[in-house]
């Protein structure tokens, strides 16, 4: 019996002394190393109980133990689930009972909170921190001998990824083995990687973006990552001689751009930058290769669906476009109204169906049922058209959602923590235009009669409640929301009442 994500990714470089993981202090992971880490982690977190189907939630620090974890969960049939390592105690404990995870595996410093919340549901703790040492290492430790992989198909369920939702509540999305590897094959291939290559990670590894595509694209491709605890300008500059590819969110390249030390000549070697998350702005993409002469390859994907489309690698990467849908991914464009397809150049619905589209919400039929059609088709939520040529442009999205620095936030998941403040009536929260983060969150508050709330306080109480990337920048106390005759604010109004506030405030 065969395990055929691990297989296919993973165990394939058994024995390989190849380099895979280059920290910045100079050390190097071989594949092998890896492995073994590996294969430790999976004897540790199967003793303590858990098996093939259980759930284990992951809150660690960028650290090639963390990726390894990710290796052990594969191997022995646990479905992973990584964890925004900003999530407060409060984001935490839904994910944990929700998921009805039966390990998490956290920073020792979070182990006493994590550990109260945990009481409630039986569920196991141990640590794990950002240099690698803690509780699971220790018990892995312990073993020498290869662990014996579990058999999972491509059916099977590799991870869970909580995306947030316009209710406020969030959602695991349910990959399988053959989302993950399906498009880790189809992306190792389309962008043409291979051994020789080095890809510099700087991402975060809690996300579809820095876990599944750079991660299994590697893994896929045989090369290695100099691996970044998180995106650090001056060591980016300073490592960047060394790669061949980078992958990162509309920020780094905006980010690099502001830097004079980012040269034609720095970059000269590379083979290839690759942008997604978020909208890259044509001008970056025209500004990136003004300076540097290289067009950055802009692709369009999601939590639920792994990646979508891409530029191509060969032909015309075209600024403001995320190019054609992937070979075996079907992309359509459709009548919100209807449920109709539409022809080029007509804004609608975005709509993929294939081997990368996840299995559903886990326990929540309504909402899969809503978002993913019996055909197949998963609604994006993204609103878009196809031009003649077949490029796909994103045009939007019919989904309250704010995108800042390639984190998604859901306004109503923040709007539910202002209403709830002494003194407000009612808020809105909407995305405005910032410039290092593309998005970022601004709190419209509505006083109850003769109220005056005080916002330092609330923005106080919200810094508890959810994870620093959510906090609005900014509080603003207004007369009232712009409603339509329906009665449902407009938030699009708003938008444009603020479009400029960052610019000016
Ligand atoms: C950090 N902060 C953010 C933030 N990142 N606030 C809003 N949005 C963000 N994205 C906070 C910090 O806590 C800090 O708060 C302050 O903002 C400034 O931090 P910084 O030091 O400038 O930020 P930095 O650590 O450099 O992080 C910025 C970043 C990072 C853009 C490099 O956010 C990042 O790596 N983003 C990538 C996210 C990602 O991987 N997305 C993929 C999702 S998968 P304070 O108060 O402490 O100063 C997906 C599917 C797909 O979307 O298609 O890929
Ligand atoms: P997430 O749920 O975090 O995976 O975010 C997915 C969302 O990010 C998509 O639905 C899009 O709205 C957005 N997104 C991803 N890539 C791009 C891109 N290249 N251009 C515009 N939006 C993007």
């Not at 058999?151 to 083995?177: I, N, V």
């Not at 990368?356 to 609103?383: C, H, S």
Request: net charge negative; hydrophobic share 40%; with cysteine.
């Amino acid at each position: 019996m065969t395990n055929v994500l691990f297989d296919t990714l993973f165990g394939k470089h058994t024995g390989q002394q190849t380099p895979f993981l280059m920290m910045q202090d100079g050390s190097v992971l071989s594949h092998a190393d890896f492995l073994a880490m590996a294969s430790r982690f999976a004897h540790a977190i199967t003793q303590s109980g858990l098996g093939p189907g259980d759930r284990l939630a992951a809150q660690t620090e960028k650290s090639p133990q963390a990726l390894a974890l990710y290796a052990a969960c594969v191997q022995a049939g646990i479905i992973f689930l990584p964890l925004n390592t900003a999530y407060t105690a409060g984001e935490l404990a839904y994910f944990i009972e929700d998921s009805g995870a039966g390990l998490v595996v956290c920073d020792g410093a979070k182990a006493e909170t994590i550990r109260e919340i945990c009481a409630k549901t039986q569920t196991q703790v141990e640590t794990l921190n950002g240099d690698g040492t803690g509780t699971l290492s220790g018990a892995a430790a312990k073993y020498s001998e290869p662990f014996r992989t579990a058999p999972r198909t491509e059916d099977d369920l590799a991870a869970f990824l909580y995306t947030s939702g316009t209710t406020g509540r969030s959602k695991g999305a349910m990959l399988t083995q053959g989302n993950l590897l399906s498009n880790a094959l189809t992306l190792a291939d389309y962008w043409q990687f291979d051994a020789s290559d080095v890809l510099l990670h700087a991402l975060p590894v809690f996300h579809t973006h820095g876990l599944f595509v750079a991660t299994n694209v590697m893994l896929a491709s045989g090369g290695a990552m100099i691996f970044l605890p998180r995106f650090d300008q001056d060591r980016m500059i300073e490592l960047l001689p060394r790669a061949t590819a980078l992958m990162g969110v509309p920020t780094f390249y905006t980010r690099l751009l502001g830097d004079a030390r980012f040269t034609r000549e720095l970059t000269s070697h590379m083979r290839l930058f690759i942008s997604g998350s978020a909208p890259l702005l044509a001008d970056t993409h025209v500004q990136f290769e003004e300076r540097t002469g290289h067009r950055i390859l802009e692709r369009y994907g999601m939590t639920e669906t792994n990646m979508n489309t891409s530029n191509p690698y060969h032909g015309d990467r075209r600024a403001g476009t995320v190019g054609f849908p992937l070979p075996g991914v079907e992309v359509i464009v459709t009548d919100p109204a209807t449920g109709g397809r539409l022809g080029p150049d007509t804004v609608g619905q975005i709509e993929v169906r294939g081997p990368n589209v996840f299995r559903g919400y886990w326990q929540m039929p309504e909402k899969t049922a809503a978002e993913l059609r019996e055909n197949g088709f998963f609604i994006t939520g993204d609103l878009g058209k196809f031009d003649a040529d077949g490029y796909l442009h994103i045009v939007g999205r019919d989904k309250d959602l704010i995108i800042s620095g390639g984190y998604n936030i859901y306004p109503k998941e923040i709007e539910l923590v202002l209403d709830a403040q002494p003194g407000v009536l009612e808020s809105a929260v909407i995305g405005v235009p910032h410039t290092d983060f593309g998005e970022t969150v601004l709190g419209l508050i509505v006083a109850e009669k003769g109220a005056t709330p005080d916002l330092d306080q609330i923005a106080e109480t919200t810094a508890g409640q959810l994870a620093r990337f959510k906090h609005p920048r900014r509080l603003v106390l207004i007369d009232e929301l712009p409603r339509n005759t329906m009665g449902k604010v407009q938030k699009n109004l708003l938008r444009d009442a603020y479009a400029d506030y960052f610019a000016t405030a």
